[in-house]
């Protein structure tokens, strides 16, 4: 029999991708960390990937969603979580269209209010009563999550309220692995839901102070404060050069790249 020509991700986190909302190389510039030949400064739009004991979930859906999953041969998704409702880690929605197709029905999409009416809007012809001739569309049944506890593919879900400058998100934990991207401010209730790591993901957009993101220096103290035992750092614009600032961090801190895999512990 041969073997299947795709990934099992089980009790994996794969990132699938760490860069910033315009991805590194960014089209236009000519920079050092945009022209390096270090394949870790090559970043596609922040997402990760997690092998649940009851399937696979995907938490936000980037513009580079069709490439992540080809490069790391993902041929099943059976939920889909998201973090918010920004371009950069909601327009690739469409691209479940042939994840829809091998798993024959739709698929839970599980977020927030104000997730499911952009989505609503952005892809409104997915939910025409009569879907037009000549095209697929995505098929979707939504899940409405606040920040209350749930399941999820066997696996329970801890929402982290979060903030990202003037909006609202949610990070997510996962028995001793939390991912927070897009992150400039951590509430005191959710320091809390973040005690007794094992693995913190982290937003870390550049090394000076943005209004949206945390910097290298503010990501350094929420990983001091929470005090996991091993810090990754994400969501990086072309400011960050993985070879040079990685020699800069303290030990349990690192940078994150695309295609890296933690194990899940603590389900």
Known sequence: MAASPFRDPAGAMIFLGTGTSVGVPMVGCACPVCTSDDPRDRRMRTSVLL?????TLLIDTTPDLRSQ???????????VLYTHEHVDH???LDDVRPLCFASGGPIPVYC???VEERIRRAFDY???PMPLPGGGVPKLVFQRITTEPFDLLGARVVPLRLRHGVFDVLGFRFGNVAYCTDTNGVPEETYERLEGLDVLVLDCLRQSRHSTHFSLEESLEVARRVGAKRTLLIH???DISHRAVSAQLPPGVELAYDGLAVPLTGL
């Open 51 to 55: 092998g649940l004991p009851g399937g």
């Open 69 to 79: 999953l080809l490069r790391e041969r993902i041929g099943r998704v059976d939920a």
């Open 90 to 92: 909601l327009y690739g």
């Open 112 to 114: 927030e209010a104000l």
């Open 236 to 238: 990086f614009s072309h």
């Open 126 to 128: 997915a939910f025409l």
